[in-house]
C-alpha cells in the first residue's frame, strides 16, 4: 500500500483526520504499518522491519521506544508535521492505533491558545471503549510534545503521567500497552480559566469528543470537574526500560535452572509464571545455554518473572545475556508484553528444542 501524503488528513477543524490503520510518519507521508511478531519490532513497513527503516533514518528502535497515549490531535498527520515545523519535533513518529476501554477523550474547560478551539482532555469513563493511537515515542521526542502540551509552561497545562486506569489494546496487532503515558489535565488547575484543561461537566458529566464536534464543544457551557483517573505524575524524560516491568525467560533464568538465582535478586513479590510464546522457536547452541529466534518455530514455553526494579534488572540481565542477544519487546498470546533476549549471532550448529530448553 503506499503511503498517503498529509494533505489526506487536515489538521482542522480539531482533533483534525488520521489514517485508519498504524502507521510510520516520515517527511510528510504516512507509511501503513503491518503486524509481524516475527521481527524484531512486531512491525514490517514497506515490506521491512520497522526497526530497519528506522535505523535508515538515523532514528531508536522500538525497543527504545515508549508508548504514549494519544487522544487529541497528535494522531493527525498534518499536526505532525506542525510539530516538526513549528515546536522542534525530530525523528519519524511511531503511531499505532489502539482501542480503550473505561478511558475516553472529553471536551476540556478551556481553549487552544493557538486557535481558540476546544482541546480534548483524558478522563475515566467507566464500561466506555474507543479507538485512539499511541506513539511509539523516542526520549528525544518529548522535548517538542512538552512544549506542544504546555508542560513545560508555567503553570502547566497538562502533565505527564503513568495512567493505570482502563485498558488499552493495539487494534492492528495482538498487545496490551498497560499503563501508558499520557498527557493529562494537572492536579493543581492553572488558575486561568482559558488554560484550564480539566474536564468540561455538563450536568454534572463530562462531554465525549466522540458524541460532539468541535463546532458543538465550542458553544458548550458547564464547570470544569474532576477527571476520575488513577495516574502517577511523571517527572522528566520516560526511560523506555520502564515499560514493560516484566521479562519472559526460556533458558537458564527459568526457575529450576542454574541462572535464576540471578534473576530472583531482581524479582517482585509476584510469583512467576509458565507461559508459551506463540511466535518463534528455541535451540540448543552447543554452548551450554539456548537460542530464541522470532521467524523459525511453533512456539516457545517459558516463564513470565516480574521485576522490582525494571533499570536495574534490565542492566544486569543484559550484561547477563551478552552480545550474542539483543533485547526486544515480544507478545503473548494473551496480549502480554514482556522482554525477551533474541539471538542475534550465527546459527551453525544449532539444534532445534520443539519442547523447550530441558529441565537438568
Not at 493557538?114 to 523516542?138: C, K, N, S
Amino acid at each position: 500500500m503506499d503511503a498517503w501524503p498529509d494533505s489526506v488528513f487536515p489538521a482542522d477543524p480539531y482533533p483534525g483526520a488520521r489514517p485508519d490503520r498504524s502507521f510510520l510518519h516520515v517527511d510528510g507521508r504516512s507509511h501503513p504499518l503491518t503486524a509481524d511478531p516475527a521481527t524484531h519490532s512486531g512491525w514490517r513497513v514497506g515490506g521491512e522491519c520497522l526497526d530497519t527503516a528506522l535505523a535508515r533514518h538515523g532514528a531508536p528502535p522500538s525497543a527504545a521506544r515508549v508508548p504514549l497515549l494519544a487522544y487529541g490531535s497528535n494522531a493527525c498527520p498534518s499536526k505532525i508535521s506542525w510539530m516538526r515545523g513549528e515546536r522542534g519535533l525530530t525523528g519519524p513518529v511511531v503511531v499505532l492505533r489502539v482501542r480503550t476501554e473505561s478511558l475516553a477523550a472529553v471536551w476540556s474547560a478551556g481553549r487552544r491558545v493557538v486557535d481558540d478551539q476546544r482541546p480534548a482532555t483524558l478522563a475515566a469513563v467507566p464500561g466506555v471503549a474507543e479507538e485512539h493511537a499511541v506513539w511509539l515515542a523516542a526520549p528525544e521526542q518529548f522535548a517538542a510534545l512538552d512544549t506542544v502540551e504546555g508542560r513545560d509552561a508555567d503553570p502547566p497545562r497538562y502533565r505527564l503521567a503513568r495512567v493505570a486506569t482502563g485498558r488499552v489494546t493495539l487494534v492492528d496487532a495482538v498487545g496490551e500497552l498497560d499503563r501508558p503515558w499520557a498527557y493529562l489535565a494537572p492536579e493543581v488547575p492553572t488558575g486561568d480559566p482559558r488554560t484550564d484543561r480539566r474536564p468540561l461537566h455538563v450536568d454534572g458529566a463530562p462531554v465525549r469528543c466522540a458524541d460532539l464536534d468541535q463546532a458543538g464543544a465550542v458553544a458548550l457551557t458547564g464547570a470544569p470537574g474532576p477527571d476520575g483517573l488513577d495516574a502517577s505524575t511523571v517527572d522528566g524524560v520516560p526511560v523506555p526500560e520502564q515499560w514493560p516491568s516484566r521479562v519472559f525467560v526460556y533458558g537458564t533464568l527459568m526457575p529450576g535452572r542454574r541462572a535464576f538465582g540471578m534473576l530472583r535478586g531482581h524479582a517482585s513479590d509476584v510469583l512467576p509464571r509458565p507461559v508459551v510464546l506463540p511466535t518463534g522457536g528455541v535451540a540448543d547452541t552447543g554452548l551450554g545455554y539456548p537460542a530464541l529466534t522470532l521467524d523459525t518455530g511453533d512456539g516457545v514455553p517459558g516463564w513470565v518473572v516480574e521485576l522490582a526494579d525494571p533499570m536495574t534488572a534490565l542492566a544486569a540481565l543484559d550484561a547477563y545475556e551478552g552480545p550474542e542477544y539483543t533485547r526486544c519487546r515480544v507478545v503473548l498470546a494473551d496480549g502480554t508484553v514482556c522482554w525477551a533476549w533474541v539471538w542475534t549471532a550465527a546459527r551453525d550448529g544449532h539444534v532445534p528444542l520443539p519442547d523447550g530448553w530441558p529441565v537438568p
